[in-house]
């Protein structure tokens, strides 16, 4: 709009379950609206869902999805950061703020990992051009519109080019596969080790792992 001082802004946010539930008329509504092109929102929902520390346990990706907000869900400490990277990036790319699930398990442990950003390349999905960034005078109708019709489809696009959901064991097309999401990928990762089951073992016995990093 005229007079604007900044090309964008971007913008994180935290909060717990229940502050996902207090802000579902804001999240809905703002993303919506969309974001600016030099701009980015990630929402980073801290889920416990053994109600460690919390009022009731809770999960978010439902929360986000009423309020039409995709949902990365990093496996651990690492992927905040890269899934982040991503994030903004995707959240620029589509117009929609983004959400971003971090359990108990994985904000209340450290790493040493590396946080150069050329760890998480960035691919831009190729686009018919047109903008579906944050402006004046979008009727509310037809801003839901655009975004199930333009948005959505931006981000699976986006998600396709990056390979956010990929196969990590391809046992191709063996009579087992897995899929995985979040904290209980390492979890599954882990529990084929201690039964001796390294990628080519699991290949060899037809067992095939797919990780989903959006659900």
Known sequence: FAGAKYDGVFAYWYGKGPGVDRCGDVFKHANAAGTARHGGVLLVAGDDHACK????????????????IPVLYPTGVKEIIELGLHGFALSRFSGCWIGMKCVTDTIESSASVDISPDQAPVILAET???????????????????????????????????????????????????????????????????????EASCKAAGIGVFKVAMP
């Not at 520390?53 to 039409?68: C, G, I, N, R, V």
């Not at 999401?181 to 084929?192: C, F, N, R, T, V």
């Open 53 to 68: 520390s919390s009022t009731l346990p809770h999960q978010s990706e439902h929360a986000f999805d009423a309020a039409m």
């Open 128 to 198: 018919d051009g047109t903008s579906l960034n944050i402006k004046w005078g979008v009727f509310p109708a037809m801003a839901e519109q655009q975004h199930y019709q333009s948005r959505i489809p931006r981000v699976k696009a986006f998600v396709k080019a990056n390979r956010l959901n990929r196969v990590v064991i391809d046992a191709g097309g063996g009579p087992l596969g897995i899929v995985t999401s979040g904290k209980a990928h390492l979890d599954l990762m882990q529990a084929l080790e201690e039964v001796g089951l390294d």
